[in-house]
């Protein structure tokens, strides 16, 4: 039997298969291209389905109008993908297909037992679709992916050849799923871990091997944008004061270059002043864990931490209020000590009495289990009321 020879543009679709993990909305170059060689008028890649609550991710191409030499990609707003992720996915009959088994819609209805459903008149015939062609994959974590194609009435069935192209390209569209899923679980980890930091009020500057400064996060930018005391110049970090900047490169230079020959480095840290009136900065390098792999032109390879005491806050008070079962009063009193200031800077600030004061810490002593200021103070600055 003669082999069969791949598409013409089969090696471009693979590479689009392959960029689409990377994309700002995710296979938006190898659907519209999909849906071309099948010919089909939609294509449509289900990447989350749609409930109730939530209206899920899916990506539609629509064949464009004679003349049209745009994309296809469908609005996600316009009607037929509303009303199918608002009221029609619950009755979609071609869900949940083998995993990796091409599957028309003909495979698993009549022509006769199509037409008279309920998805048909409602969903399918006012968009003039009827037959369709699809696959399910699934990644090892579990997520998986609907890919599916629709033609209209009178044009002719999917055949062979659309469904020997689905089934070629379904092996490289699963392992672009899997980086997809990885690269999502990957970002969503960094974006928990980065808005911890940034509630903590600190200040986070990722510098590659050249000691530029690969990323910021938005307390550290603030501070950047300020120019006191820790300051931008190009792409390089520096510090007001000739000593105090030398230390700071000097620490990176060392640290990058433990690096680059896999020994330890150390963690430094340096006070960083500021204009009158304004509390030192806290600065801290440290090395950043890199692969084996890595290659560290652009990748990240030291950590910079700076701490503003100006801008902590100790913990949210309504966090702490519900941690402790403490009233806003309360918590209020407990962050005001945490913060430093005396029970008597307290009563003045509030201006309540010293009495109500001392009986609102009672309370407080009382709820969170401490006999002392000092012991109150720790639990507050430890406990997750920080992170809210």
């Known amino acids: 039997m003669k082999k069969q020879l791949p598409h013409p543009r089969y ?6 298969i392959y960029e689409g993990p990377l994309e700002q909305r995710p296979w938006q170059s190898a659907l519209p291209l999909l849906r071309e060689l099948l010919d089909a008028q939609v294509a449509s890649l289900v990447l989350r389905p749609p409930s109730e609550q939530d209206r899920g991710a899916i990506l539609n191409c629509v064949r464009p109008a004679a003349g049209d030499r745009s994309d296809g990609l469908a609005d996600p707003d316009a009607w037929q993908s509303a009303a199918y992720q608002k009221e029609f996915f619950i009755l979609d009959p071609f869900v949940n297909l083998p995993t990796d088994e091409v599957v028309s819609l003909a495979d698993m209805l009549t022509d006769d037992e199509l037409v008279n459903s309920d998805y048909y008149h409602h969903y399918l015939e006012p968009v003039e679709l009827f037959h369709i062609l699809g696959v ?89 944008d300020q120019a006191d005391g820790l300051l931008l110049k190009g792409q390089h970090l520096h510090i007001e004061g000739r000593n105090i900047n030398r230390e700071l490169q000097q620490a990176v230079s060392d640290i990058i270059q433990a690096q680059q020959r896999g020994e330890a480095s150390v963690v430094r840290a340096l006070r960083v002043p500021r204009s009158a009136g304004r509390s030192h900065l806290g600065l801290l390098v440290r090395p950043v864990p890199m692969s084996q792999w890595s290659e560290g032109q652009s990748s990240p390879c030291a950590a910079i931490f700076v701490s503003d005491p100006d801008l902590h806050e100790p913990a949210d ?42 009986a609102q810490l009672k309370s407080i002593f009382a709820k969170t289990g401490v006999s002392r200021q000092a012991e109150l103070v720790r639990l507050v600055i430890k406990s997750v009321a920080s992170l809210g």
């Open 317 to 358: 008070r309504q966090t702490l209020g519900e941690l402790f079962e403490l009233t806003p009063a309360e918590s209020n009193l407990a962050i005001l000590l945490a913060r430093g200031l005396s029970l008597a800077e307290v009563s003045e600030t509030q201006s309540i009495s010293q009495h109500t004061a001392r």
């Open 136 to 224: 399910d994959t699934a990644e090892p974590g579990g997520m998986l992916a609907r890919l599916r194609f629709s033609r209209r009435r009178e044009e002719p069935a999917f055949g062979d050849a659309e469904r020997d192209l689905l089934t070629t390209i379904t092996p490289h569209l699963r392992r672009a799923i899997q980086i997809y899923a990885t690269l999502n679980r990957t970002t969503s980890e960094r974006d928990v871990y980065a808005g911890a930091v940034s509630q903590l009020a600190m200040a986070s500057i990722i510098l590659d091997e050249q000691a530029r400064v690969l990323s910021a996060n938005p307390v550290a930018q603030a501070l950047l």
């Open 11 to 16: 090696d471009e679709l693979v590479g689009l």
